[in-house]
C-alpha cells in the first residue's frame, strides 16, 4: 500500500457532500466513467479518518489515499500522480463518492436503528404510554372503579386532588378524617392504620410545600386540627411522628410572610382555639406563644384574649393564665401580670411554670417582679426556689437591674453563705457595697447566722468586726475556721478565745471525755505548727481547774512524743 505523505495534496475547502462541483469537469466525468464501471475495489478505513482504495483503470490498478475529517476532504494522494502533482485526479474523485456512499448508508443504518428503538419504546407497557393512548372517559371510568375497590387508592386520590376542587379547609379536614379511624380516634393506631394515615399527610405536606400560601394555610390548618391533641396525648413513638406533621403546619401559619391580613387573624384564632380548649402539646408552647403575644400587640387580638381570660372561671387554667400572661409581658404590662399571678400564689408550683415558659419566650422584665414576689410571699420547695431564683438573677444581669439583682443576691447569700455569690454581690453593689454589707450583716445577725456572717466579714477583711463576732460568740469551730486570719499577728487574741472556749467546755463537761476534747482541739492547733500558742492555752486551762488532776497529763498528749511539755497544777493557794 502506498503512503505518499510526502506527496499527499492538502485541501482546505473541500466538502465531502459537494467536492464534484469544485474540480474540473474533465476530472468528474472520468470519476463517473470509474463508477460505472465499478473500478473502485477494496475500501477500507485501515485508521479513523484514513481510507484507502484500489481503483482499476483499464489495465492497471493504483492504489488512492484519502484523509477525511467529518464533512470535510483534507487530504489525499494516488499512484498515479507525477512527481509534483498536487490536483486531484479521477481515481481520488471515484474514491471520495465511494466513501460518501458508504458514510451516508451507514448514517441511514443510524437513523433507522434509532427510530426502531423509539418505536419499540413507544410499544412498551408503561404508564405513560398508557396515559398517552387511552382515552379520558376510559380512564375516568378506570379510576373511579378501583377508588371504589381500593381505599387507600381513594384516599390518595383526594389527597391528591382536594384542592381541585377549592382551597377549603373542609375539604383537606375532610381528607384527614378518613385517614384516621372514627371510633376511640385519640387511640395508637395500628400498622396497617398508620400507613393510611402517613399516606393522606405526606401527600397534604408535599402540596403545602409547594403550593401559594393560601392552599399551604388551608392544609395546615386542616393538619393541625386533627393532629394537635393526638400529639398531645398519644405515646412515642407515634407521637414523635404526630409532632413533625404538627410542626411543619404550624411553620406555614405563623411564618409565612405572604400570608394575607385575614388569613393571619384566622390562624391567630385557630390556634388560641387549640391552644386553650383541648390538650396542646407542650413542645409547640415556645412558638404558638410568641406568635399569639406578638398579635396580641394589636389592641382587637388582645381584647380577644383578655376576654378568654375575663370569662373562664376560677381557678384560671393554666392555658388561659399562660396566654394571657404572655400578651401582657408582650405590651409591657408587668405590674398586672404580677398581680395577676399573685392571686394564684396558693398554686406556686404552676405559677412557678407559667413563669419558667415566659422566661424561655425572653420575657425578663416581665419574670423578674412577678418571680420575686412569688419567692418572698409562696412556699416552694428547695429545689424549685433555687431555679426560679437563678432564673431571677440571670434576668437581672441581663436587664441590667443591679439593685434587683443585689437583693436576689442577698438572698442566696443568707441561704447558702458562699463566697461566690458574695463576690457576685459585691460587684453588683457596687458603690453601695458598704450600706450592702450593713445591710446583709443585720439579716444575717437577726437569723443568728453566725457562720454566714462570719463568712461575709473574713471575704470582706473586716478582721476587727470579725474578731469582736467570735470573741462574742466563743465558738471554737467558728474559731477555727478563721483562726489563719489572725495568726501569728493577733496570737493574744486566738489564746483568750480558745482559753475561753475550752474552758467554756470543760466547765460544763466533766471527766476523762470533757479532758479528750480538749487534747484534740489542742492537737490540731499544733499540727498547724502552732506549737507555742497551744502550750500557752494547755497551761492557761491546766491553772483555770487545778481540781482535775489528770488534766496536765491528758493535754500533754496533744504534742509529739519527743516535744511534749511538762505541765504543772498550781500550788495550792
Known sequence: MLRASNCRATVQKLRLKDFEY??????????EGLLRAQAVRRLQEVERHFWVATVVDGARQVEAEVIITPGRVKAFACECWSEGRRLMCPHIAAALVKIRQYLNQKAQEREAQTRAAEEARARRLNVDNILANTDLSDLTAFVRRYAERDATFALALKAHFAGKIADSEEHYAAVLRSAFPKNDPMRALKPAEMRRARLALDTLMTRANASPPLTAFCISAAVLQQLAERAATTEPPQRDEWLGYCR????????????????????????????????YP????????????????DESAYLHIRQLFDQAAYPIPTPVLLLFGAALAERGQNEMLQRILEEHFDEPERVATILETLDQL???????????ALLEKARLPLRQQLVIESRLIASAEHMGDNTQLASLLRRRFCRQGDAPTLVRLRRASGANWPIERERLLAELYAQNAWDKAAALLAEDGALDALAALLRERADLSLLQRYEDHFLPQDTDFVRETYVDALGRHLHEHFGKQAAEYARDQLAALTQKGHRALATQIAQALIDRFPERTYLPEELAEAFPKAQRPTFTLPNPA
Open 22 to 31: 469544485h474540480i474540473p469537469a474533465a476530472v468528474w466525468q472520468a470519476a
Open 362 to 372: 425572653g420575657y425578663p422584665a416581665a419574670v423578674l417582679p412577678a418571680g420575686t
Open 282 to 297: 407542650q413542645e409547640l408552647f415556645p412558638d404558638t406563644l410568641h406568635f399569639l403575644a406578638r398579635a396580641a400587640r
Open 248 to 279: 411543619q403546619a404550624l411553620r406555614h401559619l405563623i411564618h409565612s410572610e405572604h400570608l394575607a391580613p385575614e388569613q393571619r387573624e384566622q390562624a391567630h384564632r385557630l390556634l388560641i382555639e387549640l391552644f386553650v380548649r383541648t390538650p
